[in-house]
T-cell receptor, first 110, second 115 residues
Framework: GQQVMQIPQYQHVQEGEDFTTYCNSSTTLSNIQWYKQRPGGHPVFLIQLVKSGEVKKQKRLTFQFGEAKKNSSLHITATQTTDVGTYFCAQKTSYDKVIFGPGTSLSVIP | DTEVTQTPKHLVMGMTNKKSLKCEQHMGHRAMYWYKQKAKKPPELMFVYSYEKLSINESVPSRFSPECPNSSLLNLHLHALQPEDSALYLC??????????????FGPGTRLTVL
């Protein structure tokens, strides 16, 4: 079945450093969604990308969808301790099925 | 109201018990989901209800029995569970709009421990 992979699995950064997580698929993706889950919390929707080469920004977060629609990235500029959590990319297929990637766990050292 | 609520927050049950997890949303969403999440893993889809009808069952064992009594409520009935079923059970909902990929709103989850 369709699978999305994410790298890195874990990332530890000093507060103020930048952070990037990558989501990759061997097949063309119709869309990519990104979610954030804080420790002890539940996934919270961040963004959805559907167009080839699409770039969206939310304050310090920049999301990209690859030209071939086989990869996506989430970049955080100048990380803060509030950015701590696990970032999941996910693909929503037809029939409302959502497939989550394995996630990247971000730790921010103050 | 943009919230999905779940009860109980925590549940401890024996392998012979019968219990139910409850989920409620008042956003008018017509798709509702159950996920299972183990520690340090992504959520795994279990069931999808669309317009109160079961549309996806991801080969979940019959000891898990979902129910959607109406468009706002989703239950998960548990019976004869195994210790390996201990996990965070997440409910989610989303709109169903043709040709669009709609975000899911997750509830806080029920942390289940099976002894």
């Amino acid at each position: 079945g369709q699978q999305v992979m994410q790298i890195p699995q874990y990332q530890h950064v000093q507060e103020g450093e930048d952070f990037t997580t990558y989501c990759n698929s061997s097949t063309t993706l119709s869309n990519i969604q990104w979610y954030k889950q804080r420790p002890g919390g539940h996934p919270v929707f961040l963004i959805q990308l559907v167009k080839s080469g699409e770039v969206k920004k939310q304050k310090r977060l920049t999301f990209q969808f690859g030209e071939a629609k086989k990869n996506s990235s989430l970049h955080i500029t100048a990380t803060q301790t509030t950015d701590v959590g696990t970032y999941f990319c996910a693909q929503k297929t037809s029939y409302d099925k959502v497939i989550f990637g394995p996630g990247t766990s971000l730790s921010v050292i103050p | 109201d943009t919230e999905v609520t779940q009860t109980p927050k925590h549940l401890v049950m024996g392998m012979t018990n019968k219990k139910s997890l409850k989920c409620e949303q008042h956003m008018g969403h017509r798709a509702m989901y159950w996920y299972k999440q183990k520690a340090k893993k992504p959520p795994e889809l279990m069931f999808v209800y669309s317009y109160e009808k079961l549309s996806i069952n991801e080969s979940v064992p019959s000891r898990f029995s979902p129910e959607c009594p109406n468009s706002s409520l989703l239950n998960l009935h548990l019976h004869a569970l195994q210790p390996e079923d201990s996990a965070l059970y997440l409910c989610a909902s989303s709109q169903v709009l043709a040709g669009r990929y709609n975000e899911q709103f997750f509830g806080p989850g029920t942390r289940l421990t099976v002894l």
